[in-house]
């Protein structure tokens, strides 16, 4: 997640957005660029919706960022001038935050959160990040929780990892979840858990799903053994490095859509 590149994509006045709604709703020749159009001037709101929700739950904003970008293809895919009068942000924003409000609500569910302990880490971590010295007794006041529930929170370690933030490090070079299960000659026991059906599913994503400049980002930017950064990236397909940047972005959250539907963890 690129912000100075996403600052960089020009915003789109109402008039224009429904232009290119209309374009794509008719099929026109050029409705793929319509839609990238679309969905690239939005990015921002994206961006401003996930800081909101990581502030709040806590949760990796890069599997937020993932999880609103293909609320955002929904909303540019289903987006209908003829029938809304709205603007496009505002049926935007409600995709958008419908989609983190399921992120929200995935995390819990994969990290076995009862009773809100989660929520109350991280407001706990920041009380003692603030005030290291309060009393006890004044904590469970302030986060209104008896002496065993204030324990359950001070033991709480659950970990969520996103597929493409950093997951592991070593001498210094981050590995990525997609980097683990794309790479079959790594043996960690986050690769052994998944089955060969899921990495060849995962595999398959990438070839049917995305487009093959799509691909080509994906496999340089996580899956090669000398990945690529977006300068050189950019160079070698003949774009920008804002272009590249979201096609990255865009290609993330296809593979997040297929992969939930598929049901892999």
């Given at each position: 997640?690129?912000?100075?590149?996403?600052?960089?994509?020009?915003?789109?006045?109402?008039?224009?957005?429904?232009s290119l709604a209309r374009s794509i709703i008719d099929g026109l020749a050029?409705?793929?660029?319509?839609?990238?159009?679309?969905?690239?001037?939005?990015?921002?709101?994206?961006?401003?919706?996930?800081?909101?929700?990581?502030?709040?739950?806590?949760?990796?904003?890069?599997?937020?960022?993932?999880?609103?970008?293909?609320?955002?293809?929904?909303?540019?895919?289903?987006?209908?001038?003829?029938?809304?009068?709205?603007?496009?942000?505002?049926?935007?924003?409600?995709?958008?935050?419908?989609?983190?409000?399921?992120?929200?609500?995935?995390?819990?569910?994969?990290?076995?959160?009862?009773n809100n302990v989660g929520l109350k880490k991280s407001q706990y971590d920041?009380?003692?990040?603030?005030?290291?010295?309060?009393?006890?007794?004044?904590?469970?006041?302030?986060?209104?929780?008896?002496?065993?529930?204030?324990?359950?929170?001070?033991?709480?370690?659950?970990?969520?990892?996103?597929?493409?933030?950093?997951?592991?490090?070593?001498?210094?070079?981050?590995?990525?979840?997609?980097?683990?299960?794309?790479?079959?000659?790594?043996?960690?026991?986050?690769?052994?858990?998944?089955?060969?059906?899921?990495?060849?599913?995962?595999?398959?994503?990438?070839?049917?799903?995305?487009?093959?400049?799509?691909?080509?980002?994906?496999?340089?930017?996580?899956?090669e053994e000398d990945k690529q950064n977006l300068d050189t990236l950019a160079?070698?397909?003949?774009?920008?490095?804002?272009?590249?940047?979201?096609?990255?972005?865009?290609?993330?959250?296809?593979?997040?859509?297929?992969?939930?539907?598929?049901?892999?963890?």
């Open positions: 997640m690129n912000i100075d590149a996403i600052n960089e994509v020009p915003l789109l006045t109402a008039k224009e957005e429904k050029n409705k793929n660029e319509s839609r990238d159009k679309l969905f690239n001037s939005n990015l921002r709101l994206v961006f401003k919706c996930t800081s909101k929700y990581n502030k709040t739950y806590g949760i990796s904003s890069d599997d937020l960022f993932g999880e609103a970008c293909i609320g955002l293809m929904n909303a540019v895919d289903k987006f209908n001038p003829f029938k809304y009068k709205t603007k496009f942000s505002t049926y935007a924003y409600l995709w958008i935050t419908r989609h983190l409000n399921i992120a929200v609500m995935d995390m819990n569910s994969r990290v076995y959160v009862p920041k009380i003692m990040k603030n005030n290291h010295d309060i009393a006890r007794i004044d904590l469970k006041k302030e986060l209104k929780l008896s002496e065993e529930k204030l324990s359950q929170v001070e033991n709480f370690k659950a970990q969520v990892f996103s597929i493409d933030q950093p997951a592991m490090a070593i001498d210094e070079d981050d590995f990525s979840a997609i980097d683990r299960l794309a790479d079959d000659k790594v043996n960690s026991p986050d690769v052994e858990a998944i089955s060969n059906d899921n990495m060849t599913a995962i595999h398959k994503i990438i070839k049917d799903k995305l487009t093959p400049d799509e691909q080509m980002v994906i496999r340089a930017r996580y899956m160079k070698t397909i003949g774009v920008t490095k804002q272009r590249v940047n979201q096609m990255e972005i865009k290609a993330l959250a296809k593979m997040k859509m297929s992969i939930r539907k598929l049901g892999i963890r």
